[in-house]
């Protein structure tokens, strides 16, 4: 029997039977379109972003189910796992208002429209230790690039295909959240003590090669699939 799990409760805890379950969708790349004066064709300009996609999960309620515990649970944003794909998770937001009165009698089934972001997260949190002034190259899965979150211990660089943060401070450990560009201790900001936030570093599909000067780090992400 096939079921999800919206932030960390599962539809079988509910008592809700999943009659139907959304196709799995590649997200469409953001493609912007050029149109030139004087010429009858255009140029197709191609980003490394890719689109929200909207589905819908179809579900019965069985007699047992609570609607006022359902009510509470289905609302807002959040993380969702599918029976479909159980190693992955996406974020989702749901954006249909469900109007439960109508299954209080016999008709019991209803729609769980949602909104995908496009990408993929296993559900394995990897970490990766580096030394200081030490150089590995790592293999990464999935087959989209994907931000980790950087604790660091001293100053110095750590540079990954490529791409540098250099840190400045060396009193404490530093987090780097390179996907929000965020640098912090405990509630403190250290955006100050850091430079390169503004183009994160990110791991890549397959081999990197990261180095670190006058620092050590552990590196935790989780592999991403489009």
């Known amino acids: 029997m096939e079921y999800f799990i919206f932030n960390d409760i599962s539809s079988n805890d509910m008592n809700i039977i999943v009659k ?17 004066v004087g010429r009858s064709d255009s140029l197709h300009e191609v980003e490394d972003k890719y689109d929200s996609f909207n589905t819908t999960i179809k579900c019965i309620l069985s007699p047992s189910a609570d609607i006022d515990e359902i009510k509470i649970w289905l609302r807002g944003s959040g ?12 974020n989702v ?21 949602l909104e995908f972001e496009p990408i993929s997260y296993d559900n ?19 087959n989209y690039k994907t931000y980790p979150l950087l604790e660091i211990t001293g100053t110095g660089i750590i ?22 560009q965020n640098a912090y201790y405990d ?25 670190t000067v006058g620092l050590s780090a552990t590196i935790k992400y989780r592999s991403a699939w489009l």
Do not use: H
């Not at 970490?127 to 999935?142: A, L, R």
């Not at 791409?163 to 060396?170: A, G, M, P, Q």
């Open 79 to 90: 993380k969702i796992i599918l029976s479909t794909n159980r190693e992955r998770y996406y």
């Open 20 to 36: 139907e379950m959304p196709p799995i969708i590649r997200p469409e790349q953001r493609i912007n379109k050029i149109k030139l």
């Open 159 to 180: 540079t990954c295909n490529g791409k540098s943060i250099i840190v400045n401070e060396n009193n404490n450990i530093i987090y780097i959240d390179c996907e929000l």
């Open 124 to 142: 394995k949190l990897n970490n990766v230790e580096i030394g200081t002034n030490k150089e590995i190259n790592y293999k990464v899965s999935g």
């Open 187 to 211: 509630t403190e900001n250290k955006n100050s003590c850091v430079n390169g936030l503004e183009d994160p570093l990110y791991l890549s599909p397959g081999d990197n090669l990261i180095t």
């Open 93 to 113: 937001t749901i954006v249909n208002k469900i109007d439960f009165t109508k299954y209080l009698t016999y008709l019991r089934e209803f729609s769980l429209e």
